[in-house]
């Protein structure tokens, strides 16, 4: 096991680097922070050099990417160009992303399994039906059309929420949030436990279990939903991270001042330090997720077992 | 409760010391096709300490009968008609409450594949310790000691350290026995064992049937042993029931049966297995035809369209009436007594060596 997660540590340095490098070229190719900065005005030609030689822009790229791996190793993600640290953005910022995907993969795993289990018990019934009608809907609609669509209704016109979250964004602030964020994913979760809960209950050891006497709600929670549930642990282990850095629709709509808001506000000013910053930490949070779910999977299937 | 007034109200039909009793059993499935017949008027009783075999190809409703005596069947889409008395209580309108204290208790079931039988995901050890709590009320300490008791005894070594493994630990022998050990955890009286060697190769299968047989020594269980290997049957089985589509063909003690068979379907089995000392260029006889559709099976006996002796049954009985199943030692043909000990020595016994 530990040889596993050592070779796995290994394993992400090549994928870091390869999506950092290919973040920092896509950014930095986008345009000219320097004229970026100066807005409409045109920029006094030695200002302009001047800034350019501070942060390295005068350098080849790759060399760029050196200094800016060598001041990210040292805690220096930069500065963003209206002066504050992209440290001090980041401090701001994860916090609040992360309580708003904290209550969007709760309501993901209560919501989501709960009607996939009951779904899948009930295959074939109305109930079951509707609900894989209701989730394909669910699916095709896109976040901001949703978003909005839940915002003007229960924000707006109902009056039962507040429209848009406060920068303090307590939890009960994110709960309208949080639904719009989870929702696709809900949707595929509920799907996925519906297959997998209606694949099993077929399954010999179910059999099993009902012709050793225990009775059927025993057999469910102890046998067929252990069973059933590892790939939808996967799943919304891999969600996590798309969860962190797909929020920004969500954090648009409802005025959110999380992580995908800061990305959003610095690529629109092509304020580079910001955007790459921000994406090597959402890398690092999908890559340690994805280890997580895969140590999980050893502890879930004893059959597999890293060596 | 309900076992003592049950047991006054339908007594057994032949007689006190049948432990399980099946009379008329029917069961169908609605399946979108239509509905399926899997069982259609099928008796049979077998008694304390006796071993049955029920034989019969793939489809021909002995898997669903067994399912059916322990209410494994799907309630929803499965009609039962007819009767299961176990011990003096009527099982087929028995609530599930009253079944779950039945199953793994009274009567157990070994199933024919042990991988996908047990579960992946838990111990050896805590699968079988979980029938021992839910019956005995017994603590995880208890169980753990009684499983590792019933491991030893159906011959795993070491079970103290095998009772923390995990079924793909165990080779498929092991799991075969892992899976014998679990139904016998709570002392059953009845055992209804489902193709329990099919999955194993043929040394491992004699250790199971010693095993087996061994047991039954000990516990005086009843065992219904399902299967389609004759040769396991005759070592195993007191009584055999031959079935085909459903239906009970020939009953007999399992030296009547395979001795002097009585029903074409029988001997068509019979010719079709290969033997040890048998000369081999000669061929094989197997039955002509498919397993009929129980979607919409033949009228009259349903083995007559595959039958070669039907030209010798006067007019179209065999495709009309249907032959009954007396008691005792019988099969349902409509051929005469004489016929049949004609064509079983004249045809039949020759090609059997």
Same mark, same amino acid.
């Given at each position: 096991?530990?040889?596993?997660?050592?070779?796995? &540590?290994?394993?992400?340095?090549?994928?870091?680097?390869?999506?950092?490098?290919?973040?920092?070229?896509?950014?930095?190719? &986008?345009?000219?922070?320097?004229?970026?900065?100066?807005?409409?005005?045109?920029?006094?030609?030695?200002?302009?050099?001047? =800034?350019?030689?501070?942060?390295? &822009?005068? %350098?080849?790229?790759?060399?760029?990417?050196?200094?800016?791996?060598?001041?990210?190793?040292?805690?220096?993600?930069?500065?963003?160009?209206?002066?504050?640290?992209?440290?001090?953005?980041?401090?701001?910022?994860?916090?609040?992303?992360?309580?708003?995907?904290?209550?969007?993969?709760?309501?993901?795993?209560?919501?989501?399994?709960?009607?996939?289990?009951?779904?899948?018990?009930?295959?074939?019934?109305?109930?079951?039906?509707?609900?894989?009608?209701?989730?394909?809907?669910?699916?095709?609609?896109?976040?901001?059309?949703?978003?909005?669509?839940?915002?003007?209704?229960?924000?707006?016109?109902?009056?039962?929420?507040?429209?848009?979250?406060?920068?303090?964004?307590?939890?009960?602030?994110?709960?309208?949030?949080?639904?719009?964020?989870?929702?696709?994913?809900?949707?595929?979760?509920?799907?996925?436990?519906?297959?997998?809960?209606? %694949?099993?209950?077929?399954?010999?050891?179910?059999?099993?279990?009902?012709?050793?006497?225990?009775?059927?709600?025993?057999?469910?929670?102890?046998?067929?939903?252990?069973?059933?549930? =590892?790939?939808?642990?996967?799943?919304?282990?891999?969600?996590?991270?798309?969860?962190?850095?797909?929020? =920004?629709?969500?954090?648009?709509?409802?005025?959110?001042?999380?992580?995908?808001?800061?990305?959003?506000?610095?690529?629109?000013?092509?304020?580079?330090?910001?955007?790459?910053?921000?994406?090597?930490?959402?890398?690092?949070?999908?890559?340690?997720?994805?280890?997580?779910?895969?140590?999980?999977?050893?502890?879930?299937?004893?059959?597999?077992?890293?060596? | 409760?309900?076992?003592?007034?049950?047991?006054? #109200?339908? @007594?057994?039909?032949?007689?006190?010391?049948?432990?399980?009793? /099946?009379?008329?059993?029917?069961?169908?499935?609605?399946?979108?096709?239509?509905?399926?017949?899997? /069982?259609?008027?099928?008796?049979?009783?077998?008694?304390?300490?006796?071993?049955?075999?029920?034989?019969?190809?793939?489809? $021909?409703?002995?898997?669903?009968?067994?399912?059916?005596?322990?209410? +494994?069947?799907?309630?929803?889409?499965? #009609?039962?008609?007819?009767?299961?008395?176990?011990?003096? !209580?009527?099982?087929?309108?028995?609530?599930?409450?009253?079944?779950?204290?039945?199953?793994?208790?009274?009567?157990?079931?070994?199933?024919?594949?042990?991988?996908?039988? +047990?579960?992946?995901?838990?111990? /050896?050890?805590?699968?079988? $310790?979980?029938?021992?709590?839910?019956?005995?009320?017994?603590?995880?300490?208890?169980?753990?000691?009684?499983?590792?008791?019933?491991?030893?005894?159906?011959?795993? @070594?070491?079970?103290?350290?095998?009772?923390?493994?995990?079924?793909?630990?165990?080779?498929?022998?092991?799991?075969?026995? *892992?899976?014998?050990?679990?139904?016998?955890?709570?002392?059953?009286?009845?055992?209804?064992?489902?193709?329990?060697?099919?999955?194993?190769?043929?040394?491992?299968?004699?250790?199971?049937?010693?095993?087996?047989?061994?047991? !039954? !020594?000990?516990?005086?269980?009843?065992?219904?042993?399902?299967?389609?290997?004759?040769?396991?049957?005759?070592?195993?089985?007191?009584?055999?029931?031959?079935?085909?589509?459903?239906?009970?063909?020939?009953?007999?003690?399992?030296?009547?049966?395979?001795?002097?068979?009585?029903?074409?379907?029988?001997?068509?089995?019979?010719?079709?297995?290969?033997?040890?000392?048998?000369?081999?260029?000669?061929?094989? /006889?197997?039955?002509?035809?498919?397993?009929?559709?129980?979607?919409? @099976?033949?009228?009259?006996?349903?083995?007559?369209?595959?039958?070669?002796?039907?030209?010798?049954?006067?007019?179209?009985?065999?495709?009309?009436?249907?032959?009954?199943?007396?008691?005792?030692?019988? *099969?349902?043909?409509?051929?005469?007594?004489?016929?049949?000990?004609?064509?079983?020595? #004249?045809?039949?016994?020759?090609?059997?060596?």
């Amino acid at each position: 096991m530990g040889r596993y997660v050592v070779r796995r &540590l290994l394993q992400m340095i090549p994928v870091f680097i390869g999506t950092t490098l290919l973040i920092f070229l896509m950014v930095y190719a &986008l345009g000219d922070p320097v004229a970026a900065l100066f807005g409409d005005k045109a920029p006094d030609p030695a200002t302009a050099a001047r =800034i350019r030689e501070d942060l390295h &822009l005068d %350098e080849p790229l790759w060399k760029q990417y050196l200094l800016y791996m060598g001041a990210i190793f040292r805690g220096d993600f930069g500065t963003a160009f209206n002066g504050q640290r992209v440290t001090e953005l980041m401090a701001t910022a994860f916090p609040v992303t992360l309580r708003l995907t904290l209550v969007a993969v709760v309501i993901e795993i209560v919501v989501g399994i709960t009607l996939g289990v009951v779904s899948g018990l009930k295959r074939g019934r109305p109930l079951d039906t509707g609900l894989l009608v209701v989730t394909l809907v669910v699916i095709s609609v896109p976040t901001f059309v949703s978003g909005y669509l839940l915002q003007f209704l229960l924000g707006v016109k109902w009056g039962w929420v507040s429209p848009s979250v406060s920068s303090d964004a307590r939890l009960d602030e994110l709960i309208l949030p949080g639904v719009v964020l989870a929702l696709v994913s809900l949707a595929y979760v509920t799907r996925l436990s519906r297959t997998s809960i209606a %694949e099993n209950t077929r399954a010999d050891y179910v059999r099993t279990a009902i012709a050793k006497g225990l009775p059927r709600h025993r057999v469910i929670t102890r046998h067929l939903l252990r069973n059933s549930l =590892i790939p939808v642990v996967t799943f919304i282990g891999a969600d996590v991270g798309a969860l962190m850095g797909g929020a =920004i629709v969500t954090e648009r709509i409802f005025n959110i001042h999380g992580v995908g808001y800061q990305l959003y506000q610095g690529i629109l000013r092509n304020n580079s330090p910001t955007v790459v910053g921000f994406v090597t930490i959402l890398v690092i949070v999908f890559l340690v997720a994805n280890l997580l779910v895969d140590l999980l999977y050893a502890v879930l299937d004893p059959r597999i077992r890293y060596a | 409760m309900t076992t003592l007034t049950k047991t006054e #109200d339908k @007594p057994a039909p032949t007689g006190p010391e049948a432990f399980l009793s /099946v009379r008329d059993l029917r069961v169908a499935f609605s399946t979108e096709d239509g509905v399926v017949r899997a /069982v259609d008027g099928l008796s049979f009783d077998i008694e304390r300490g006796k071993t049955l075999g029920i034989v019969g190809e793939s489809g $021909s409703g002995k898997s669903v009968t067994n399912l059916t005596v322990l209410g +494994l069947h799907n309630r929803k889409t499965t #009609d039962i008609q007819g009767e299961i008395i176990l011990d003096g !209580q009527e099982l087929t309108t028995a609530s599930e409450k009253e079944m779950e204290k039945i199953r793994g208790n009274k009567a157990a079931m070994i199933f024919q594949d042990p991988l996908t039988a +047990l579960s992946p995901y838990y111990t /050896v050890g805590r699968q079988l $310790s979980e029938p021992f709590m839910k019956h005995r009320g017994a603590s995880k300490k208890e169980a753990k000691d009684r499983a590792i008791e019933m491991l030893a005894k159906v011959g795993i @070594p070491q079970p103290q350290t095998r009772f923390d493994d995990y079924p793909h630990q165990f080779s498929g022998g092991m799991r075969q026995r *892992a899976m014998i050990a679990m139904s016998l955890m709570c002392d059953p009286e009845l055992l209804i064992a489902d193709e329990p060697t099919t999955a194993l190769d043929v040394t491992v299968q004699a250790q199971i049937l010693d095993l087996l047989r061994d047991l !039954q !020594q000990e516990f005086g269980s009843a065992i219904i042993f399902i299967t389609h290997d004759l040769g396991v049957i005759a070592n195993m089985a007191d009584d055999l029931l031959v079935m085909y589509a459903g239906r009970a063909v020939e009953r007999g003690s399992v030296r009547e049966v395979l001795s002097e068979p009585k029903h074409p379907y029988t001997w068509g089995l019979l010719s079709s297995m290969p033997r040890l000392g048998g000369d081999t260029s000669e061929a094989l /006889v197997p039955i002509p035809g498919t397993p009929p559709s129980l979607l919409n @099976p033949p009228t009259g006996c349903r083995f007559h369209p595959r039958c070669r002796f039907r030209d010798e049954v006067p007019g179209d009985l065999c495709s009309t009436e249907r032959p009954l199943l007396a008691d005792g030692r019988a *099969a349902a043909c409509h051929l005469t007594g004489e016929q049949k000990q004609s064509i079983f020595i #004249d045809q039949i016994k020759p090609r059997l060596g």
